[in-house]
């Protein structure tokens, strides 16, 4: 018997198909270890020595792995053909190592770049040894990673509370993020003119020219600048002649593009259909693990992780093939075309994305495809088919005009082109810009000296535009021409930006937040050179000579670290003022924009003497006066000098007229029609909220993402303070359906099944049809709430009252009583135990020696406490701290709502409610109390 190691159940069960009897094929479920999310996994001063986990689902699988491979003949790696996959199957062989189950047994290691039967045995066929320095690429990148995460984060904990992380690639990409955002609010609008003349042929065909020159000077596109040039240059053409002085036509060929890497796909993907590059890879996925055609399970794509443009001598063979049948021989090149690689690695370049078998036609497919599915594979069909189409033949033709007007004279221009043979415009073309468009235009025929018709002249005003905020699909463009990151990384470094609050996606583009513009200027106030892109892409570099075998791995981590934790420790000896001042001066455009009587923008507009600053608190940075003093308690001002101010705004509030609002001065929005209570709009610590009333606990609610401070009015504020909002009756049980806003955005909840909404507006829009349809998509992906437990055997009730009964479990058969589970002893039958076995079970687990009275101690107090329900219990639940422990609010009595982090309890600041209280907060809250610790 032959094992068989892959990264997925559906890729094993398809392969364990194609092998045969002989074979057993086993999933790793993707990786089986990884360095541990704590200090110390990584140990610089041990020559980098890495300490790996297994989790206990990981360790299952490897213990069916090992198991198996004890009996086994041979030993075969089949994970997937890049540098992850060759660390998956390194770190198998790693485990079957240290467990002594290889013995003597052969090791081999094959790839396949497309999940068909043909590639698999002809992969099988060609085995090879693990690939060691594409491995050893890999535990770099993971310990450089790991050791920037985990030594710079602390760094911006203490420095920038509020701050969530920071990493090598991400760190770069948001900067990206941020530097395109500083260029669209230092833009300068320009005005420019356009001159058009509308003429005819002798024959009365219509086109259009453009002046280009006056008095023989060229005009450049911003050369008119104001209405009385244009105007000027209008009524000289308005009076003029026209005559054509020259026509000139030539060839041109248009060739097609290269099949898809990773990085062209994620960008087409997102301009054709809309998806994210998150999105796009896991369609592309579940196109390489296989569809089910007619009873057997085919991969339809190859390697969705790739930076080659290649494809294999017998898919090209393939396309040209299915060229001929579906669009002539005179669509098929002569010779097959080829794309070099723009890889700088040739061992990390695979074949490019493209179908398994170009004769499968999207339109058969289809049904077969659920429709993003369908999309994306006929994105890729269409694009590998015309990569080996005949060029494209068009005809552009340039005319040259002259227009007289007594000794004045300008010249014109029009031109155009002719499509001669469309060749792979038949079949693909991507977008194209506006003067693609004018240049595409057709002209009619016209001779040198052909006097022309004027029809009319126009004069166009227009402004120049920023430059745009980069989509998903522009910022891999954009990291991939500067050699930041690899195919692997584009999606999780995105994700990650977003999953922080670093970036918002709107209307596809991507808006940096405040706290991510910190981030940035904090890295590059003091990290510059870790944040420069032309260090960002030297380290890949030398991380792609590593899996070449060219440079040492752990030379290159020693070259890193010593300089950069260098620089780490010296900046956290660095005052917090000194960091504020720095940041002042880098975010002064952003948070301190000039105003536009010439006054001094950082005058606080309160006090009038005072001098606004970046400041921080537990939960993030504001804007504060240099007055404010933090010893203020019970509204009562210290004598100090100067007077206390109390001003404080965000850093990009949406500022009224004095540029900005004191946080304890509310606007007034209007009067609630149903209570008769006041509805205002105010700012806090964690941006602006509106609120319903003044009574000691009055309901508020936080502005979404995307909402603005300025346009907010009476109508927008009460359909906030009226959520949650209900949808309707769910048709199956009649159960309410309601919309609302949470830490992740607007959603739709039925029965513990929480589905996401596109946007906050539509949780005042969405109807029953489509709450339902989300629903039941989010419940076919496995969402939703888990049902209770279902007890083997009830027993009875407990002396101190509550049921007993016995349990399935992972770990066997158990006994539960409340919130005591006691295993039972091994050898016993569920269906054998009896009440009084399970109460003897329970009290010993409860209480250990005297159990029985503990125990019933313990139910007599919890019954005690539960008539001041909730005391005890979580009043608001946040999930996971990104570093592992669950966060919880909790009413402790008499000390306050406190938060509970693991078995840590932590004071809220004074003035903080649970309503307004967020997950944000919650892990600034333990990150600072950590720092404190350390």
């Given at each position: ?33 990884d ?55 390194w ?22 770049n497309?999940?068909?039967?043909s ?12 690939d ?25 904990w ?24 500083s260029?669209?609010e ?12 509308n003429?005819?042929?002798?024959e009365?065909?219509?086109f259009?020219?453009r ?6 000077k ?18 000289m ?31 087409e993907?997102?301009?054709k ?16 693990e ?15 992780r790739?930076d ?17 049948q ?17 890889a ?7 074949e ?5 078998d ?16 369908a ?6 069909w ?23 007007n007594?000794s ?21 073309q991507?977008g ?20 022309l018709?004027?029809?009319?002249i ?8 920023p430059?745009?905020?980069f ?12 050699g930041?990151g ?22 596809k ?5 405040d ?18 892109y032309d260090?960002t ?11 070449a075998?060219?440079l040492e791995?752990?030379?290159v ?8 934790n ?7 000896k660095?005052s ?30 309160l ?5 606004l ?6 939960f ?6 240099s007055n ?9 001002v ?16 949406d500022?009224e ?12 929005l209007?009067t ?7 509805v ?9 909220y509106v ?50 806003l949470?830490?992740f ?15 906050a ?21 496995g ?6 437990a279902k007890?083997?055997?009830?027993l ?11 349990y ?62 909730g ?9 996971e ?24 309890f ?8 649970a ?17 404190a610790?350390?």
């Amino acid at each position: 018997m032959n094992i068989v190691i892959v990264e997925s159940p559906a890729k094993a069960k398809t392969i364990n198909k194609y092998l045969g009897k002989d074979y057993k094929v086993l999933a790793s479920y993707g990786h089986v270890r990884d360095l541990p999310p704590k200090d110390g996994s990584v140990l610089p001063d041990e020559d980098f020595q890495m300490t790996w986990t297994t989790d206990p689902k990981s360790q299952k699988r490897l213990s069916e792995i090992a198991e198996a491979v004890k009996g086994a003949d041979k030993l075969i790696l089949a994970t997937d053909p890049d540098r992850e996959g060759e660390a998956i199957s390194w770190h198998v062989l790693d485990v079957l190592k240290k467990r002594r189950v290889l013995k003597d047994k052969q090791v081999e290691r094959v790839v396949f770049n497309a999940i068909t039967k043909s590639s698999i045995l002809e992969a099988m066929k060609n085995p090879r040894p693990l690939d060691e320095p594409l491995v050893d690429a890999y535990l770099a990148r993971r310990a450089l990673d790991y050791l920037v995460g985990f030594t710079l984060s602390p760094v911006l904990w203490r420095k920038l509370p509020g701050a969530r992380s920071a990493g090598r690639v991400q760190s770069v990409a948001l900067r990206l993020v941020c530097e395109r955002e500083s260029e669209i609010e230092s833009f300068k609008t320009q005005e420019y003119w356009s001159i058009l003349a509308n003429l005819d042929t002798p024959e009365k065909a219509a086109f259009q020219a453009r002046l280009a020159a006056f008095g023989g000077k060229k005009i450049s596109k911003l050369g008119i600048s104001n209405e009385e040039q244009a105007t000027k240059l209008k009524t000289m053409l308005e009076g003029a002649s026209f005559a054509v002085t020259s026509v000139e036509s030539k060839p041109q060929r248009r060739n097609p593009y290269a099949p898809f890497t990773t990085s062209t796909l994620q960008q087409e993907a997102s301009r054709k259909c809309g998806f994210s590059a998150s999105r796009t890879m896991q369609i592309a996925q579940k196109l390489y693990e296989g569809i089910n055609l007619g009873g057997e399970t085919t991969g339809l794509i190859t390697y969705m992780r790739t930076d080659g443009v290649q494809i294999a001598p017998e898919a090209i063979s393939g396309a040209r093939k299915v060229i001929g049948q579906r669009f002539g021989d005179q669509y098929v090149p002569e010779k097959p075309r080829m794309y070099s690689s723009k890889a700088k690695n040739a061992q990390e370049a695979h074949e490019a994305i493209r179908p398994t078998d170009p004769s499968r036609h999207p339109r058969d497919m289809a049904r077969f495809l659920d429709p993003d599915e369908a999309r994306l594979y006929e994105l890729i069909w269409q694009r590998t088919i015309a990569s080996q189409m005949e060029s494209a033949v068009l005809e552009r033709t340039t005319v040259d005009i002259e227009a007289r007007n007594g000794s004045e004279h300008a010249d014109l221009r029009a031109s155009g082109s002719v499509v001669r043979f469309d060749g792979f415009l038949a079949l693909y073309q991507e977008g194209r810009d506006d003067e693609e468009e004018e240049e595409s235009r057709r002209l009619p025929a016209m001779n040198k000296g052909d006097a022309l018709i004027k029809h009319n002249i126009q004069a166009n005003q227009h402004f120049t535009e920023p430059p745009p905020r980069f989509t998903e699909a522009t910022l891999v463009k954009k990291m991939e021409e500067l050699g930041i990151g690899r195919p692997s990384t584009y999606a999780a470094t995105l994700q990650t930006l977003r999953d922080r609050g670093y970036v918002d996606l709107d209307k596809k583009r991507l808006i940096p937040q405040d706290k991510g513009r910190l981030v940035t200027a904090f890295l590059e106030g003091f990290f510059d050179r870790y944040v420069e892109y032309d260090f960002t892409a030297s380290l890949e570099d030398q991380l792609d000579k590593i899996s070449a075998g060219e440079l040492e791995w752990k030379e290159v981590l020693r070259l890193f670290w010593e300089p950069f934790n260098a620089i780490c420790q010296e900046v956290v000896k660095r005052s917090n003022t000194e960091v504020l001042d720095a940041l002042n001066d880098i975010l002064r455009e952003h948070v301190f924009p000039d105003k536009e009587d010439g006054s001094d923008p950082r005058k606080c507009p309160l006090c009038e003497t005072g001098r606004l600053s970046l400041k921080v608190s537990r939960f993030g940075a504001f804007v504060g006066c240099s007055n404010y003093n933090k010893d203020k308690k019970d509204g009562k001002v210290p004598d100090v000098d100067p007077p206390h101010c109390g001003y404080t705004r965000q850093l990009n509030l949406d500022q009224e007229a004095e540029g900005g609002q004191a946080s304890d001065g509310p606007t007034i929005l209007g009067t609630d029609p149903a209570t008769g209570l006041e509805v205002s709009l105010r700012t806090g610590r964690f941006g602006p909220y509106v609120q319903l009333g003044e009574e000691a606990k009055p309901k508020r609610s936080s502005l979404p993402r995307g909402w603005s401070a300025s346009a907010m009015d009476l109508e927008k504020a009460l359909q906030l303070l009226s959520l949650p909002r209900e949808v309707g009756l769910h048709p199956e049980d009649q159960k309410p359906i309601t919309a609302g806003l949470g830490r992740f955005g607007p959603f739709v909840l039925h029965d513990g099944t929480y589905a996401n909404l596109e946007s906050a507006d539509e949780v005042f829009s969405v109807g029953i049809n489509r709450a339902v349809a989300l629903l039941a998509e989010k419940r076919a992906k496995g969402g939703g709430r888990r049902a209770a437990a279902k007890p083997l055997k009830e027993l009875g009730d407990h002396p101190s009252g509550g049921a007993i009964g016995v349990y399935a479990g992972r770990y066997g058969p158990y006994v539960k009583w409340e919130k005591v589970n006691a295993t039972l002893p091994k050898g016993t039958e569920p269906e054998s135990v009896t009440l009084e076995q399970a109460i003897e079970l329970v009290n010993a687990k409860a209480g250990g020696k005297g159990g029985k009275k503990k125990a019933a101690t313990k139910t007599a107090a919890s019954k005690k406490t539960s008539a001041s329900a909730g005391a005890a219990g979580a009043l608001k639940e946040f999930g996971e701290h990104p570093e592992g422990g669950a966060m919880e609010l909790r009413d402790s009595g008499r000390l306050g709502i406190r938060l509970k982090w693991g078995k840590t309890f932590i004071s809220l600041p004074k003035g903080t409610t649970a309503e307004s209280f967020t997950f944000d907060d919650a892990v600034t809250l333990v990150n600072a109390k950590k720092a404190a610790e350390n």
